[in-house]
């Protein structure tokens, strides 16, 4: 699976992955392989992050948005605290 995480003045981090947990407005969620197709308003909150390798990164964020199809994750997110 694959995510990008992007802010409107940067990549913040891009790569193959095994899991990603985001803050959904209605309370958090993970998204992991084959996971159905999903659009979803994100709260302010922590991201983390699985790599393949099975690494964990975690930031903070001020709302946004993720899309997630066919195994391609884009988060979308105002700002980012690492």
């Not at 790569?15 to 985001?22: C, D, E, F, L, T």
């Not at 964990?56 to 980012?80: D, H, Q, R, Y």
């Amino acid at each position: 699976m694959n995510v990008v995480v992007l802010t409107p003045d940067k990549e913040v981090y891009s790569g193959s992955i095994k899991s990603i947990k985001v803050p959904g407005v209605g309370g958090e969620f993970e998204v992991l392989k084959n996971h159905a197709p999903v659009v979803s308003s994100l709260g302010t909150g922590k991201v983390r992050i699985i790599d393949e390798a099975g690494t964990s990164k975690e930031f903070s964020i001020t709302k946004g948005f993720i899309e997630v199809l066919n195994n391609e994750v884009s988060v979308l997110v105002e700002s980012i605290k690492e």
